[in-house]
């Protein structure tokens, strides 16, 4: 079935450090891919999103680009905050494309400190 | 405008007791999803509903738990007869249709005892 393989954390930065974390997928088709983040504490919050190969989500200062040919959906941002501090997931659509029915990766724990 | 609410955002049950938990979704919002974050792992789905019906339940436990959306009124998740395993957060997240991105509440967090 499909599944999300995303790197394991912690993953401790310091403020302004370029930030990579890895996302890679398994699936039929080419279903729309999501990041979203999750604050202490809260709810997980959508980042951003790609519905097709090629595409590039951004948002915050954060990107990551749909790359069919590697099943891959990196995330990225070039100078981290301590603000950015947080759980961060890579999601795919599951069952009939429906962005309801999503199928998360483990997540990635991030802590910038200043 | 109020997100989606959920209560009560900590619950504690005994093993063999009941759990319901609720989720208001966006106002608006017909469109209501639960999921089940077990510790140290991603969220998985449990339920999709709209407005008094059952669209998808294949990530149900096929015992103990159900789900309703009724016309008037919060979303309910229900566990009966919790035990230890049912301890999670669990997430409510609503969307005005199948095609948007879903909004996600705080999380009701289930301690069974």
Request: hydrophobic share 30%; with cysteine; charged share 20%.
């Amino acid at each position: 079935g499909d599944s999300v393989t995303q790197m394991e954390g912690p993953v401790t930065l310091s403020e302004e450090a370029f930030l990579t974390i890895n996302c890679t997928y398994t699936a039929t088709g080419y279903p729309s891919l999501f990041w979203y983040v999750q604050y202490p504490g809260e709810g997980l919050q959508l980042l951003l999103k790609a519905t097709k190969a090629d595409d590039k989500g951004s948002n915050k200062g954060f990107e990551a680009t749909y790359r069919k040919e590697t099943t891959s959906f990196h995330l990225e941002k070039g100078s981290v905050q301590v603000s950015d501090s947080a759980v961060y997931f890579c999601a795919l659509a599951g069952r009939g494309g429906s962005q309801g029915n999503l199928i998360f990766g483990k997540g990635t724990k991030l802590s910038v400190k200043p | 405008n109020a997100g989606v609410m959920q209560n009560p955002r900590h619950l504690v049950r005994r093993r063999g007791q009941e759990a319901r938990l609720r989720c208001s979704p966006v106002k608006g919002h017909s469109h209501v999803y639960w999921y089940r974050q077990l510790p140290e792992e991603g969220l998985k789905f449990m339920v999709y509903l709209q407005k008094e019906n059952i669209i998808d339940e294949s990530g149900m436990p096929k015992e103990r738990f159900s789900a309703e959306f009724p016309k008037e009124g919060p979303s309910i998740l229900r566990i009966q007869q919790v035990v230890r395993g049912d301890s999670a957060a669990y997430f409510c997240a609503s969307s005005p249709d199948s095609n948007s991105p879903l909004h996600f509440g705080n999380g009701t967090r289930l301690t069974v005892t």
